[in-house]
Every structure is written in structure tokens, then in C-alpha cells.
T-cell receptor
Framework: LAKTTQPVSMDSYEGQEVNITCSHN???????ITWYQQFPSQGPRFIIQ???TKVTNEVASLFIPADRKSSTLSLPRVSLSDTAVYYC???????????????FGSGTRLSIRP | DTAVSQTPKYLVTQMGNDKSIKCEQN?????MYWYKQDSKKFLKIMFS???????INETVPNRFSPKSPDKAHLNLHINSLELGDSAVYFC???????????FGPGTRLTVT
């Protein structure tokens, strides 16, 4: 099972771009990279998922280098409401059997200041 | 429109009791899950359930049993509750190729 390493915490200011990098040196060939956001007393919220290169949606961008041993979640122009814990996960292709292989780490606690 | 919903949101009970947590998803997903988040905030998968096939995490005690009356529901029954069962339990669902799993709001279980 691929283990992930990400910063314990990060601070930034409103309006800034925030990049959170995750290391996953032993990612398997068929593993996908997924990022979640979690607010206190709420369930994790799916943000973005990718396999290689770059993925962008209305919330964030995910950059994955060619060796796939790391990934970077990019949040453009953050606001106070982006203060949360962000989890990087690697696991099998989207599908029920692979979910059992997805392990949540301790996440990155992002704090946004005015 | 809540995609994945759970009831109750809070559950306080005594050791030895049997309790259930209900989960419903209106996303049309074919797979549902139960996760447990402990006091250290680590999220661990307990079960995944697809088309009547159950995948069990071997670390989950057999006091925990998921039951799925239909594709949109996956309930969690817990027998003989123990203090260590206190945690937040999250239901989730996914559909192959659609990202996720997508999580519900959680049920905070406190065993006294």
C-alpha cells in the first residue's frame, strides 16, 4: 500500500495561491491520486483526482510529475473558508474494490489568515 | 439536496448496547462504504459493499455488521458496544469513473 507524506500544517493569507505537496514514493502503476478537504465535524469532501500530468476543476488543480512520486494540490486565491485539513491519498483506480486500498494519512492542516 | 446522508448525527449510548446507524445516498452510485475516524483523526475504511458483495476489512470486529436493503442504503449495526467504539463513523459512496468516494456528514458515536 502506497504511503503518503505531506506537511503537517501550512499557513497562508486570503487571496494567495496555496500549493500543498504530497510525496508518494512507492505509488503503484495503477494507483490514482486523490485529494480531500475536511472541515471540523464534517465528512471529507472530494476535491480532485488524477493519474498523471495536470487535472483542473472549478475548485483546484492537481499537478503530477512524470515519475508520479509526488503531487501538488494548488488552490487559487484562497479565502478564509478554505481553512481545513487536506488529505492526499493514493489508491487503485476508481471503483469499489480499490477503495479498500485507500488509506487516509494525517493530512495537512491549512490555516488562512485575513 | 443531500448526496449522502446519515442518521443519527449524534449517538450516545452505554457499553453493551446494540445500535444502528443508517446511511442513504441519492447519487445513483453502485458502491457504498463505512469509514471510522478515531480521536486522532485517522480515517480507516471498515467495509465496502457493491451489488451484494461485501468486502470486509479484517481489522473490524465481527460485532460490526453492514446491511444493505437496496443499492441506495447501507446501514451499520453494532452489537455489544465497547468504549473503544467511540468515534465518528462516515458513510460514503462511489461510482466507477466518477471520482470519490463521496462522504456523508458523519455520526459521532459516544459509548459511556
Amino acid at each position: 500500500l502506497a504511503k503518503t507524506t505531506q506537511p503537517v500544517s501550512m499557513d497562508s493569507y486570503e487571496g494567495q495561491e496555496v500549493n500543498i505537496t504530497c510525496s508518494h514514493n512507492n505509488i503503484a502503476t495503477n494507483d490514482y491520486i486523490t485529494w480531500y478537504q475536511q472541515f471540523p465535524s464534517q465528512g471529507p469532501r472530494f476535491i480532485i483526482q488524477g493519474y498523471k500530468t495536470k487535472v483542473t476543476n472549478e475548485v483546484a488543480s492537481l499537478f503530477i510529475p512524470a515519475d508520479r512520486k509526488s503531487s501538488t494540490l494548488s488552490l487559487p486565491r484562497v479565502s478564509l473558508s478554505d481553512t481545513a485539513v487536506y488529505y492526499c491519498l493514493v489508491g487503485g483506480p476508481p471503483g469499489y474494490s480499490s477503495a479498500s486500498k485507500i488509506i487516509f494519512g494525517s493530512g495537512t492542516r491549512l490555516s488562512i489568515r485575513p | 439536496d443531500t448526496a449522502v446522508s446519515q442518521t443519527p448525527k449524534y449517538l450516545v449510548t452505554q457499553m453493551g448496547n446494540d445500535k444502528s446507524i443508517k446511511c442513504e445516498q441519492n447519487l445513483g452510485h453502485d458502491t457504498m462504504y463505512w469509514y471510522k475516524q478515531d480521536s486522532k483523526k485517522f480515517l480507516k475504511i471498515m467495509f465496502s459493499y457493491n451489488n451484494k458483495e461485501l468486502i470486509i476489512n479484517e481489522t473490524v470486529p465481527n460485532r460490526f455488521s453492514p446491511k444493505s436493503p437496496d443499492k441506495a442504503h447501507l446501514n451499520l449495526h453494532i452489537n455489544s458496544l465497547e468504549l473503544g467504539d467511540s468515534a465518528v463513523y462516515f458513510c460514503a459512496s462511489s461510482q466507477g469513473g466518477s471520482g470519490g468516494p463521496y462522504f456523508g456528514p458523519g455520526t459521532r458515536l459516544t459509548v459511556t
